[in-house]
């Protein structure tokens, strides 16, 4: 079915200034675009003009109009009833409001938007959309989704998966005018970022916690998981594993992205900077799923630990504390990662005593780099 807008069938074309004024007068009167611009979160400005190619008068302008646009649109929407059959915005400032009944048109203009005449409403549409929801097989659908623009319901299938498709619409009572089918050249994943000190799971069960972001992945301890083993949140595979002897572990992750920070328990992130080793007596902190971010100092450097598991040698002896699930998280001095988690005595109630796998050594066995911010 070809997806032809609609945008050529509106009751009415003609175009309300009513939004055009907010942009006029923002553009108008420069010395006001610093404070507007103080009215919207750090960054949201900059991003607009880098992304959208707009001034920093343009980008407030059209932030200010879209707030008139959106409140526009909700009143309607409660006001239509059940002709509503949704709303999308047209370059800055233009609303188009799509209604059933044509009736409904002049309350649409008298609003300050374009009223476009359809066929099914947003209500009836939805259920349809909800009817598909058992009906279509996430191995031959990507995504599907209500086009307000087009007033139909667009399924994203993937190569040769289009006559399943079609008998599963059928099968689900959907008219098959209503839907069309694109082809879907990739299918989406997600974009969790891979920070050091937070949780993930090994083979379903077991937490550890994540010590740094690598090309490719993270690193952690070794004992966390063998070669083979799978990770998830973030999902993964465990490419290296050394466990005892040393006590580290490479996690090659599917399509989450690393980052080169640490989780620091209190709403934010320390910047990852480099890996230079920090000395005998030197302040540092660590990061893990457990019991978050907590502080102490180095006692001794290429320590040996006796494990019920067997031997391992060359870690870091500090007095931060650790409890089980902490294993693999990072430890940093200042902005320098030092190394993960390996294990320890004692408590966070208490105190304890914690010995850490030197980041170097784990990233010379895996063969990566340590991401930096």
């Not at 997806?3 to 007068?25: D, H, K, P, W």
């Not at 009736?103 to 409403?121: I, Q, Y």
């Not at 504390?321 to 966070?348: F, H, I, V």
Request: aromatic residues 6%; hydrophobic residues 40%.
């Amino acid at each position: 079915m070809s997806r032809t807008s609609l945008r050529g069938v509106a009751v009415a074309t003609a175009t309300v200034g009513l939004f055009a004024g907010t942009i006029s007068a923002v553009a108008a009167a420069p010395s006001d675009v610093e404070a507007a611009t103080a009215g919207y979160t750090p960054g949201l400005v900059s991003a607009m003009e880098r992304d959208l190619n707009l001034s920093t008068a343009d980008a407030v302008a059209q932030l200010q109009a879209q707030e008139l646009l959106a409140d526009t649109q909700q009143s309607l929407e409660k006001s239509l009833g059940a002709s509503y059959a949704g709303a999308w915005v047209e370059g800055a400032d233009t609303l188009h409001v799509a209604v059933t009944d044509a009736a409904e048109a002049a309350d649409v203009r008298a609003a300050g938007a374009t009223p476009v005449t359809v066929d099914h409403s947003l209500t009836v549409l939805d259920a349809w959309t909800a009817d598909l929801d058992g009906a279509l097989s996430p191995a031959d659908v990507t995504s599907y989704h209500v086009d307000v623009e087009t007033n139909e319901i667009v399924v994203d299938v993937v190569d040769g998966a289009q006559a399943d498709v079609r008998a599963a619409v059928a099968e689900a009572g959907v008219p098959a005018g209503v839907v069309s089918l694109t082809r879907s050249a990739e299918r989406p994943r997600t974009f969790a970022d891979v920070i050091g000190g937070e949780a993930y799971f090994i083979d379903g069960s077991a937490r550890c916690s994540v010590g740094f972001a690598v090309t490719g992945g993270f690193v952690s301890a070794g004992h966390c998981g063998s070669v083979g083993s799978s990770a998830s949140e973030p999902s993964g595979t465990f490419e290296v594993s050394e466990f005892p002897g040393s006590d580290y572990s490479y996690v090659s992750v599917d399509s989450d992205t690393p980052v080169g920070v640490v989780d620091d328990w209190a709403g934010g992130t320390v910047a990852v900077e480099g890996s230079t080793p920090a000395a005998v007596g030197a302040s540092v902190c660590r990061s893990g799923s457990t019991t978050g971010w907590h502080c102490g100092t180095i006692q001794a450097l290429n320590a040996t630990v006796n494990y019920a598991e067997g031997s391992v040698s060359g870690l870091i002896q500090t007095n931060v504390c650790a409890e089980p699930g902490d294993s693999g998280g990072s430890l940093l001095a200042g902005s320098q990662a030092q190394g993960m988690t390996s294990g320890g005595s004692g408590n966070c109630s208490s105190g304890g005593q914690t010995f850490f796998q030197p980041v170097g050594e784990a990233l010379s066995a895996a063969g990566v780099s340590l991401l930096t911010n």
